[in-house]
Nanobody, 126 residues
Framework: QVQLVESGGGLVQAGGSLRLSCAEV???????????MGWFRQAPGKEREFVAV????????LYGDAVKGRFTISRDNVKKTMYLQMSSLKPEDTAIYYC????????????????WGQGTRVTVSS
């Protein structure tokens, strides 16, 4: 099984930056590099939204329109950790951010991801 733990959320002013981390901590099962990894977010009263996805090797990335040009996804397969560098944050980025692992290549659909973290809250004040 895959166990994902997010960290790095918090309160930040608009225009500021945060870096989220997602670590695979189970130490069991398939290697971290065997999984496509993604970030999603969910604001109160809204559906879960695609943020970004990164391929197994880390070479290919895809971003949601709302974050393109401001967020950067990356991964370190040796450390079994994925990151989301968020810059130029806006109040509308306020949400719980979730990381996820799956097997399908380059997908935006949360239903295609098999394992999820518990989420980390990001609040952007105006």
């Amino acid at each position: 099984q895959v166990q994902l733990v997010e960290s790095g959320g918090g309160l930040v002013q608009a225009g500021g930056s945060l870096r989220l981390s997602c670590a695979e901590v189970s130490g069991r099962g398939r290697d971290f590099r065997a999984y496509e990894m993604g970030w999603f977010r969910q604001a109160p009263g809204k559906e879960r939204e695609f943020v970004a996805v990164i391929s197994r090797s880390g070479v290919s990335t895809l971003y949601g329109d709302a974050v393109k040009g401001r967020f950067t996804i990356s991964r370190d397969n040796v450390k079994k950790t994925m990151y989301l560098q968020m810059s130029s944050l806006k109040p509308e980025d306020t949400a719980i951010y979730y990381c996820a692992a799956g097997n399908l290549y380059y997908t935006r659909d949360p239903g295609d991801f098999d394992y999820w973290g518990q989420g980390t809250r990001v609040t952007v004040s105006s």
